[in-house]
């Protein structure tokens, strides 16, 4: 079901492989246990009113966070590129565009240590959790779309 509703807005959506969006279903069960979709939300509630929302929404922000594996960092060493590239662009007409920055990889060693390499370009990450990818690049989301290409064939 919800592989149907990301299909059916696939031309809309920009692929960005280092990125993810949450979206909340809204799914009704009928008493023949028939899923009926309500609706989708774009930014679904973590409000935790629950026992059931805190059980269900912590375990979802822990794996979101573990998914996202977020940088370890020195604060004090942010703190210090950033006053002095700060200080660097009052003085001058200096600019951060990586291309020309001379400094941007010692600048990131300092930060981020040498023992840090953050995920390329496209490249899964380690855990996904309870998490399952559905699209792009994945079978079951190919086999949609040529359907729906199929089906919706424009001439």
């Not at 920009?14 to 009928?30: A, K, S, T």
């Not at 941007?104 to 399952?132: Q, V, W």
């Amino acid at each position: 079901m919800m592989m149907l509703e990301v299909v059916h807005v696939d031309d809309k959506m920009v692929y960005q492989p280092c990125c993810f969006e949450m979206f909340g279903y809204d799914i009704l069960i009928d008493s023949d246990l028939k899923p009926w979709l309500l609706e989708v939300n774009a930014s679904p509630s973590l409000g935790r009113e629950t026992r059931l929302d805190v059980r269900v929404k912590n375990a979802m922000i822990a794996d979101i966070i573990r998914l996202l594996d977020p940088a370890p960092y020195d604060r004090a060493a942010l703190a210090r590129v950033l006053k002095r590239r700060l200080g660097k662009m009052a003085k001058s007409k200096f600019s951060f565009q990586a291309k020309n920055d001379n400094d941007l990889e010692s600048d990131l060693r300092e930060i981020l240590g040498d023992n840090y390499y953050p995920r390329r370009y496209g490249e899964m990450p380690a855990y996904l959790g309870n998490y399952d990818m559905l699209c792009p690049h994945t079978k079951c989301y190919e086999r949609i779309l040529k359907l729906k290409k199929k089906m919706f064939k424009t001439s």
